[in-house]
């Protein structure tokens, strides 16, 4: 047969030499490889020494494999000769319909598949290499002009990164098992060692240094653990926290530098490219979280932890992928997320200092979760916002001191996660809002314990059939519908037309209905509770919730006790309470406590509707309703004088009402005066508006004294929070 004259040209080059050569070179690499695996856990040494290959080796015999190519290919035909001469992209469209096809064949042949890397990679002489160089320079100029002016070589020339052969047993590394070697073998991690991987990956990017890097990680992971087989062993400290932090924090660049995800506009993202090296690279990450959420269940320092949770959260997009990863990730995240505050008296003289770094690392695990939640894949958000929802009601069941701030951090972020799509949001609000609805229904529908005791005890052993309003009247009850009512006030206030705008209307009903459920005097703080949340709810989404009726039902019936009972008693703190203690109930300290916190919601209240241009005709049935209780307490006090009781015992809340309700006759004038001025009429919707935004809240009469009474509150709770603290150390000592 007649050979072809391109290929007699080829041979006459003396390519074709040259590729037999680096042929054969390159079989004897690939059987000093299968030794180097048959040897792993007899000969550690002559491992290490075997990857440890020089540099311009492995480039050469890279390029040679590259011509052993070509020369194939032009046996086969010319064209083909000359197709694969023209450009590097028909590699590259080989790496993808193999990646199309599936990864399958992956732990078969490892070598084969990063072969298929590195020609993705090695492409010196076409465009694929200097668009790698300028998105280097415009992805990271700081690192391109470090290049520049020490290390030149490298610009010049093909990226010197080269994938791994990692093998899985490679990646299995470091991870228990119960046969586990000889301690003897195990080499001990130095500084020395550690810094040559971190000079690799700043210099290079190197893959390499990062793969023995994350061996180390897990090695350093499962160090305490008992059948633990590790690669290193770390006996120091200060080598301990330097890999878990050198790991945590070059990780993440090498990826971006490699595998970058992409970024949306909206401050989503989606992961990286499909790919031989990124299916490598995404099986390396996923392994290296195993490690963290090991890490995570090991660690109890705050600093250690805020790193490990900051620094993983940018790698979250390289494992969007991996659903069995990402719901562990989620999950240990939504713990620390959740993790209660120091509540151990042991504890008081660092209790400051254990909740700032609790809120440091509720604050990071918060942002991890933000992460998962800001992937384009719905999916996730869903399992976030679902995980989120959960995880705060199983552990606001109990509100105290201690647990109070962590519980109000958790509605705050919370709301925060729920406003990223509120589209998607309203579908969840609207069914957990609906589960309070089904809930209070049931509880109305229920039939209260009979007086029976033999009937009684056998509604007992069904559940809830004793007390079905304590469905209802609970602290996560409580707690779910102020979390709904900041999150509506969040998300309306920002935006007028809101997805989650319908939503108002529903959880007013739920509210106020179980606000009529148990009207005694004993429930009155959880009412509070309730009634405070409305408020905030109307002001931030300018509503108008009819709230004075039910206030001024709650002060009738606490100035309508004819003798309170003196007491000794301290303070309530209604913040942390929803039903009053026996021993508290007919005293004065108690009405005191009450009708203090009543006229400042309904101080707030007014303050709200203020701008209204119909503010005295809104206020007049409530300037009457507290008129009437003044006089109610007149006459109850004078019945009393009369039989020998004392006349003063609603003096303060007395003083208190009046008070009130000058400012909200002096704001009804204020209104009055304005309203002179104006020469359009009250069905001009558009100059009532006009004019009801020019009004200065803050400036009205009963604005400045609704922020009179927020002062005097905050200096109270200050006070009562010294007390608090006062007494247990005196306890203490």
């Not at 040259?18 to 550690?44: D, F, N, P």
């Not at 959260?313 to 494992?319: L, N, R």
């Not at 209240?605 to 009457?624: C, H, K, R």
Request: proline fraction near 5%; include cysteine.
């Amino acid at each position: 047969m007649k050979t072809k004259k391109s290929a007699r040209k080829y041979a006459a080059s003396g390519k074709l030499k040259h590729a037999i050569q680096s042929r054969h070179k390159h079989q004897q690499l690939k059987k000093q490889i299968e030794r180097r695996k048959g040897r792993k856990h007899t000969g550690k040494s002559q491992v290490s020494d075997k990857r440890r290959l020089p540099k311009d080796e492995e480039e050469e015999e890279d390029e040679d494999e590259e011509e052993e190519r070509g020369m194939i290919r032009q046996k086969k035909g010319a064209k083909k000769l000359a197709q694969s001469d023209a450009s590097s992209d028909e590699e590259g469209e080989f790496g993808k319909s193999e990646d199309e096809s599936g990864a399958s064949d992956i732990s078969e042949d490892d070598d084969a598949s990063f072969a298929s890397v590195d020609d993705l990679e090695d492409d010196d002489e076409g465009a694929a290499h200097l668009m790698e160089l300028s998105k280097l320079a415009e992805k990271d100029p700081e690192f391109y002009k470090y290049l520049q002016e020490n290390d030149k070589e490298l610009l010049e020339f093909k990226l010197n990164d080269k994938m791994d052969t990692i093998s899985d047993e490679d990646m299995e590394e470091g991870i228990p098992s119960t046969d586990g070697d000889e301690d003897e073998a195990t080499p001990t991690l130095t500084p020395e060692v550690l810094k040559g991987w971190q000079k690799a990956i700043l210099e290079h990017r190197s893959l390499r240094a990062l793969r023995k890097l994350l061996v180390a990680f897990r090695s350093a992971t499962y160090a305490n653990d008992e059948g633990a087989n590790v690669a290193w062993v770390i006996n120091n400290s200060a080598v301990f926290d330097k890999v878990v932090t050198t790991a945590l924090k070059y990780t993440p660049v090498v990826l971006d530098h490699h595998i970058p995800y992409r970024k949306l506009p909206n401050g989503r993202y989606k992961p990286p490219l499909q790919s031989p090296k990124q299916q490598t690279l995404t099986r390396l990450v996923s392994t290296f979280f195993s490690s963290i959420l090991h890490l995570l269940s090991q660690i109890t320092d705050p600093q250690l932890l805020v790193t490990c949770l900051v620094e993983s959260a940018k790698m979250v997009p390289y494992i969007v992928g991996n659903r069995k990863v990402v719901k562990a990730y989620l999950k240990a995240c939504l713990s620390l997320w959740s993790s209660p505050s120091v509540d151990n008296k042991d504890e008081m003289e660092t209790e400051d200092q254990g909740n700032a770094g609790g809120d440091k690392v509720r604050i990071g695990a918060f942002l991890c979760i933000r992460k998962i939640a800001l992937g384009s894949d719905e999916s996730l958000l869903d399992m976030v916002l679902k995980g989120t929802y959960s995880t705060f009601l199983r552990n606001c069941k109990s509100t105290n001191v201690h647990s109070l701030p962590a519980i109000n951090l958790m509605k705050n972020t919370g709301a925060d996660l729920y406003s990223i799509d509120p589209a998607t949001s309203y579908q969840h609000a609207f069914g957990y809002i609906r589960q309070l609805a089904v809930t209070l229904r049931n509880t109305l529908k229920a039939k209260p314990s009979s007086k029976d005791p033999g009937k009684e005890g056998k509604e007992k052993n069904k559940k809830g059939s004793s007390e079905p309003h304590k469905q209802v009247y609970n602290w996560q009850f409580v707690h779910a519908v102020d979390f709904w009512s900041h999150l509506l006030s969040r998300n309306c206030e920002m935006d007028s037309e809101s997805e989650l705008r319908p939503l108002i209307y529903p959880l007013v009903q739920v509210t106020l209905g179980a606000i009529k459920l148990v009207p005694t005097v004993r429930y009155y703080p959880l009412h509070l509770h309730l009634l405070s949340s409305l408020l905030n709810l109307s002001r931030h989404t300018h509503t108008y919730i009819p709230l004075p009726p039910y206030l001024l039902t709650i002060l009738t019936s606490l100035v309508s006790i004819s003798k309170p009972k003196p007491s000794t008693l301290k303070p309530l703190d209604l913040e942390v309470i929803i039903r009053v203690p026996t021993s508290y109930l007919k005293t004065k300290v108690l009405l005191d406590n009450i009708i203090d916190e009543l006229l400042y919601i309904l101080a707030e209240w007014g303050a709200g509707v203020q701008n209204s241009i119909a503010f005295p005709e809104i206020m007049l049935p409530v300037v009457v309703g507290l008129k009437r209780c003044v006089k109610f307490t007149k006459q109850t006090g004078r019945a009393h004088h009369h039989g020998g009781g004392g006349g003063d015992d609603h003096n303060k809340a007395v003083r208190g009402i009046k008070t009130l309700i000058e400012r909200i006759e002096e704001g009804s004038e204020w209104v009055r005066e304005r309203r002179r001025k104006v020469g359009f009429a009250p069905n001009d919707r558009s100059q009532v508006d006009r004019w009801q935004s020019t009004v200065k809240v803050a400036e009205t009469p009963l604005g400045k004294y609704a922020a009179v009474l927020k002062k005097t509150r905050e200096r109270n709770r200050k006070l009562l929070e010294k007390a608090r603290r006062g007494e247990e150390e005196y306890l203490q000592q």
